[in-house]
């Protein structure tokens, strides 16, 4: 806990410079048009707080009523981008993802994915684009033994993906940028929660067919948009995950694309994708903002010992209430797969 808060202590100088102008200065003008078929009807969905890191921050996600195309407008711009990832997936936030990304929920999620491709033959090269850590490759390789698994991400976990042997090769920057390096060279491109966190999805699917080989496959795996539990669970829905998640993507939206830049759809499916944790995710969020804040270094000064022992035993009281919506989530998975409740959708589709 001490080397925990001298961690906290040692960012908070940088976050208070960053956070001098407030968190306005972090977006970019708020679009007029859709960002998908220039319509400029549009609608405000959802007006939402940043629940995973509590950091400071209003994030709207607007609609367009022509296409259905949802996307956070005002988006954050590139340095908006970095504050808000800084010391989740990495930094102060390694730690926590890491048990996330080899829990068993997750592992089982991984297995799912990589058999999703086996009806397709044993691809030679896979690259999984926003790798994180590479646990799914790393799961993945045992239902594909023999295909080489590389990795590419922004941050430092595809890095730390190669130290520890989950891939084969590791690529660390913008996949648009890179992709004129890798022509050709993969049978499968897969973008697992991916495409949400981009700020420009159609040339992400352009970078997907530079890089595949003819008749290769690109598998994507995003939040469904249009999931009835969206609606059901308003702002607390988890998939929402502002600011982080810039686009939701009609499945429609996104075969129709998917067509326009050269592929074939072979697949769709809404079964399988779903992550059975809506209950369970939407009370974080409630917690998350009730709570008092923890010493986090986006505060400029660190809570008070009656605070932080307040919010440990709310947290305390908080984890059989939890248990008990996750143990919800899993038995009403079977029922979600099969309705409007699935959360997320993959679309397979094979490069022409």
């Known amino acids: 806990m001490r080397a925990h808060a001298r961690r906290v202590a040692a960012r908070r100088s940088l976050y208070a410079k960053e956070l001098e102008g407030g968190p306005e200065v972090f977006f970019t003008p708020r679009r007029t048009t859709c960002p998908w078929c220039s319509s400029c009807h549009l609608s405000v969905r959802l007006r939402t707080r940043d629940h995973v890191q509590g950091k400071p921050g209003r994030f709207v996600v607007e609609e367009c009523l022509d296409c259905g195309h949802l996307f956070q407008n005002p988006?954050?711009?590139?340095?908006?981008?970095?504050?808000?990832?800084?010391?989740?997936?990495?930094?102060?936030?390694?730690?926590?993802?890491a048990r996330l990304g080899s829990s068993p929920l997750a592992v089982r999620l991984y297995r799912s994915r990589a058999c999703a491709l086996v009806p397709f033959g044993r691809p030679s090269r896979w690259l999984d684009v926003g790798t994180g850590h590479g646990h799914f490759c790393a799961e993945a390789s045992r239902i594909h033994p023999g295909t080489a698994f590389h990795g590419l991400d922004r941050g430092e976990g595809v890095e730390l993906a190669l130290d520890h042997g989950r891939v084969a090769e590791a690529y660390r920057g913008s996949f648009t940028e890179l992709a004129g390096r890798l022509v050709g060279r993969y049978d499968v491109?897969?973008?697992?929660?991916?495409?949400?966190?981009?700020?420009?999805?159609?040339?992400?699917?352009?970078?997907?067919?530079?890089?595949?080989?003819?008749?290769?496959?690109?598998?994507?795996?995003?939040?469904?948009?249009?999931?009835?539990?969206?609606?059901?669970?308003?702002?607390?829905?988890?998939?929402?995950?502002?600011?982080?998640?810039?686009?939701?993507?009609?499945?429609?939206?996104?075969?129709?694309?998917?067509v326009r830049e050269g592929f074939t759809v072979v697949v769709t499916d809404r079964r399988g994708p779903h992550v059975p944790t809506d209950l369970t995710s939407a009370a974080v969020n409630v917690l998350s903002a009730v709570l008092p804040a923890g010493d986090v270094p986006w505060l400029s000064e660190r809570p008070g010992p009656l605070a932080r022992g307040g919010r440990a035993l709310a947290v305390l009281a908080a984890v059989p209430v939890l248990c008990v919506l996750f143990g919800l989530d899993m038995l009403l998975a079977p029922v979600a797969r099969r309705t409007g409740l699935s959360n997320a959708y993959r679309v397979i589709a094979r490069r022409d």
């Open 75 to 97: 988006r954050l711009s590139e340095d908006g981008l970095r504050f808000y990832y800084r010391d989740c997936y990495e930094g102060l936030g390694e730690a926590t993802m």
């Open 189 to 258: 491109v897969s973008m697992f929660h991916y495409l949400e966190h981009t700020t420009a999805p159609r040339a992400e699917l352009r970078a997907a067919r530079t890089v595949l080989r003819p008749g290769g496959h690109l598998v994507v795996e995003v939040p469904d948009p249009r999931s009835s539990a969206a609606r059901l669970l308003g702002r607390w829905w988890g998939p929402w995950l502002q600011p982080q998640h810039l686009h939701f993507i009609p499945r429609d939206n996104l075969c129709r694309a998917l």
